[in-house]
């Protein structure tokens, strides 16, 4: 079946440090893919999204490049901020069409300190 | 645009009484609407479906006759927490599809912020 895996965290940096946070997928056919933040206490907001291969997703600093040959969309920001700590998903939608559900990753837990 | 509420934000109740929870789509339409089941510190969990004017798809181990969904318009979808128990406890966060408007918000999910129902 579909599925979404991301790194394990939780990932703690410093500010203005580099991120990665690796996410590899399994679906059939083509699916779109995104990446959603949550903040604590609150619902999720979408990040980003990138729906065909080659597509770079990108918002706030943050972009993601769909990789079909690798199965990947990591996400990356060059300069983190203490207000980018949060939970980051990666979720696909196997349809790649309008309706369908979301499959989440694990989620990956990022603390940013000053 | 594309903003989804919930409501309650938070609620108490007792054991055995039953817990209704708003999910509206403010400024967009909204054919399907999902509800997911949070626990602490893990991904969300699919918990239903919903369909405007159809009855919900409900995941495979989860009750039907606990978790009412109704999706009486193309804004708005409930779910009722039936004869709640303190297992029930846990955060329920619905989303919902955009059916039209602008191509950059068709078929992404929108989240709403999430209630926290605690049983006591």
């Known amino acids: 079946g579909d599925s979404v895996t991301q790194m394990e965290g939780p990932v703690t940096l410093s500010e203005e440090a580099f991120l990665t946070i690796n996410c590899t997928y399994t679906a059939t056919g083509y699916p779109s893919l995104f990446w959603y933040v949550q903040y604590p206490g609150e619902g999720l907001q979408l990040l980003l999204k990138a729906t065909k291969a080659d597509d770079k997703g990108s918002n706030k600093g943050f972009e993601a490049t769909y990789r079909k040959e690798t199965t990947s969309f990591h996400l990356e920001k060059g300069s983190v901020q203490v207000s980018d700590s949060a939970v980051y998903f990666c979720?696909?939608?196997?349809?790649?069409?309008?309706?369908?559900?979301?499959?989440f990753g694990q989620g990956t837990i990022l603390t940013v300190h000053p | 645009g594309a903003v989804v509420s919930q409501h309650p934000s938070w609620v108490i109740c007792k054991s055995g009484t039953s817990v209704k929870i708003e999910c509206r789509s403010l400024?967009?339409?909204?054919?399907?609407m999902f509800w997911y089941r949070q626990f602490p510190k893990q991904s969300l969990m699919l918990m239903a479906t919903s369909n405007e004017g159809s009855k919900a798809t409900y995941e495979q181990g989860v009750e039907k006759d606990k978790f009412l969904i109704n999706h009486a318009s193309l804004t708005l979808s409930t779910l009722t927490v039936t004869s709640a128990h303190p297992e029930d406890s846990s955060f329920y966060i619905c989303s919902a599809a955009s059916s039209g408007g602008a191509v950059e918000f068709l078929g992404t999910q929108y989240f709403g912020p999430g209630t926290r129902l605690t049983v006591l």
């Open positions: 979720a696909l939608n196997a349809g790649g069409t309008s309706y369908g559900k979301l499959t």
């Open positions: 400024d967009f339409q909204a054919t399907t």
